[in-house]
Structures are given as structure tokens and as C-alpha cells.
């Protein structure tokens, strides 16, 4: 496992061994390949597969618009990830969803202090909660398994992300 730098001091994404590219530009990737989508509608019994599919590529596009906002202002990305659980606020390492409104794609992360996020995963909403749909289920494991991943390096600060990272 590696951690790739995808906006230094700002945003990170896992990446896994089994898989050629991080999370962050696997899941983009993913979420753009119509014929993912297609399959994806089918499984999920979606009924106006064409519409849907148009809606997700909208849906991805207006997310990557407002990642690239934040990274060109030099913003903060608390403005995407929202704690996964309201209990969450003020712990080392934060569990996090990326959401915009009126937006079905979500993107999972880890808060890093100072204010790092690294990607864990992502997923096409199905369900109102995580543990109701196996997609999202999935990414909730990955979560909690990236979490304990930086928890056993140490990760309690930015320098000691950034040791870690460059250490992989």
C-alpha cells in the first residue's frame, strides 16, 4: 500500500497493491466509463439506465469541478468532506465523506491534522446508509481498515503523515 500525493499539503489518496492507479483517480476513472455505469445501473435494477448514467457523468463532473476550485483557491477541503458521523469532529483521524448537494457521488477520506485528507475509496449512493448497500458497505471497511493502517504508523500529526508517506 502507497499514499499518493494528488494536492501537496492538501489532498492524498490510498493505493492499494491490487489496483494500477490511487483510489482517487481509479473511482474518477470508474465513474466515467459508461459502460461501468451501464452495468452498475443494471445490477441496481435503475430503470432509465441512459438517464442515470447521464446523471452520474453530471453528477462526476460537478464534484471535479469543485475539487478543482478548492485546489486553485488554495482552499480547504472541509469545504467537500463533512465527518461520516457527527461524533467524528474533532478526532486525530477523522472519517470523512465528500458530498455536494444534490450529488449521489461520494468520496471517502481520512482527516489527517492539520487539514490533510487522504481518499480512501468512493461510491455511487444506493442507500441512506453506508451498511445498507454493498458498495458503500465495501467502502466502509476500507475506512475503518485506513484508519487503523495510520494508526499503527503513528499518524497523530502532519509531520508524522508525511514521514510515513515518504517512508512508501
Not at 75 to 90: M, S, V, Y
Not at 103 to 119: L, Q, T
Request: charged letters at 30%; one cysteine or more.
Amino acid at each position: 500500500m502507497k499514499i499518493a500525493c494528488i494536492f501537496e499539503k492538501q489532498l492524498y489518496s490510498f493505493h492499494y497493491d491490487e489496483f494500477d492507479q490511487n483510489e482517487y483517480e481509479r473511482k474518477f476513472d470508474q465513474w466515467t466509463n459508461l459502460e461501468y455505469i451501464y452495468k452498475f445501473a443494471k445490477a441496481n435494477k435503475i430503470k432509465d439506465i441512459e438517464s442515470y448514467a447521464d446523471q452520474i457523468i453530471e453528477n462526476v463532473e460537478e464534484i471535479e469541478d469543485f475539487i478543482e476550485e478548492i485546489r486553485k483557491t488554495h482552499g480547504q477541503f472541509k469545504q467537500l468532506f463533512i465527518p461520516l458521523d457527527n461524533k467524528e469532529t474533532n478526532r486525530i483521524l477523522s472519517l470523512r465523506k465528500g458530498k455536494i448537494t444534490k450529488n449521489d457521488i461520494r468520496i471517502y477520506a481520512i482527516k489527517v491534522p492539520e487539514e490533510f485528507y487522504v481518499i480512501t475509496g468512493g461510491a455511487i449512493k444506493m442507500s441512506q446508509k453506508m451498511q445498507e448497500h454493498p458498495c458503500t458497505n465495501k467502502e466502509l471497511i476500507k475506512l475503518y481498515n485506513a484508519k487503523t493502517f495510520l494508526e499503527l504508523n503513528g499518524i497523530t500529526n502532519e509531520d508524522a503523515f508525511l514521514e510515513l508517506i515518504a517512508e512508501l
